[in-house]
């Protein structure tokens, strides 16, 4: 099992990024695929959240990207992909996608490498 996130890079406040992360030895529709993000000195954020479990596709986002941020997903092409519309300079941190565990809610059991996005002007 392996995750793969790319996509992250440096744009100015207001730019537009998107996040990619690509799935292996799973099928990312069988399980909850969370994004996380790190800023330096700050504890880590769950971000955004796309959930089946109850037989249809459920996104849940935190209030702090909410409006801004989309999360989407290509099964065809195993990837999860996190828009990111009107960034702003707060939102500069490691970005990171993971797998919940099949069992056990909150508990993420999968981690991609992290892709790191810098916004500044």
């Known amino acids: 099992v392996q995750l793969q996130a790319s996509g992250g890079g440096s744009v100015q406040p207001g730019e537009t990024l998107t996040l990619s992360c690509t799935a292996s030895g799973f099928s990312l529709g069988d399980y909850a695929v969370a994004w996380f993000r790190r800023a330096s000195g700050k504890e880590r954020e769950a971000i955004s959240c796309?959930?089946?479990?109850?037989?249809?596709?459920?996104?849940f986002y935190a209030d702090s990207v909410k409006g801004r941020f989309t999360l989407s997903r290509d099964n065809a092409k195993n990837t999860l992909y996190l828009q990111m519309d009107s960034l702003k300079p707060e939102d500069t941190a490691l970005y990171y996608c993971a797998r919940e565990h099949a069992t056990v809610v909150g508990v993420y059991d999968y981690w991609g490498q992290g892709t790191l996005v810098t916004v500044s002007s």
């Open positions: 796309i959930d089946d479990s109850d037989g249809y596709s459920q996104y």
